[in-house]
C-alpha cells in the first residue's frame, strides 16, 4: 500500500523494501494499492515508476490498485499507462451497463 503524499527522498527507501518483500514473496504480479496516495504528483508518479523498475528486475510484473481518476489521468497524460497496468476492478457494489449488439442499420437517403 503506497500512501500519499510520496516525498523525492522516499523512493530509494520504497524500492529497497520492495526488493526485500520480493525476495520473500512469490507473488507475481505484485500488486500496489494506491488509494490512499493523495492527489497525484511528479514525485508520485517517480516512485510508480521506480517501483515498477523494482519489480521487473525481480521478474515480476507491478499492477495498480485502485487508481483515481486523476492518477489515471495522469499516468495516461505520461505514458506511463504503458507500464504500469491497473488491477482490474471488481464489479462488486457497481453497476454495470450491458447491451446487447444491435443490427447496422443503413442511412436513408444514401445509395451506393
Known amino acids: 500500500m503506497l500512501t500519499g503524499p510520496v516525498a523525492r527522498t522516499q ?33 508520485a508518479l517517480d516512485a510508480l515508476a521506480r517501483l515498477r523498475l523494482t519489480a521487473a528486475r525481480q521478474g515480476r510484473e507491478l499492477r495498480l490498485r485502485g487508481a483515481g481518476g486523476a492518477l489515471r489521468a ?23 451497463a450491458v447491451r446487447q449488439a444491435e443490427e447496422r442499420e443503413e442511412r436513408r437517403g444514401v445509395e451506393e
Request: aromatic share 0%.
Open 11 to 43: 523512493v530509494a527507501a520504497l524500492c529497497d523494501r520492495l526488493e526485500v518483500l520480493l525476495r520473500r514473496s512469490g507473488a507475481d504480479p505484485v500488486v500496489c494499492d494506491v488509494g490512499a496516495l493523495g492527489p497525484p504528483d511528479a514525485a
Open 74 to 96: 495522469l499516468l495516461s497524460l505520461t505514458g506511463l499507462d504503458e507500464v504500469l497496468p491497473l488491477c482490474p476492478e471488481s464489479p462488486v457494489g457497481r453497476l454495470q
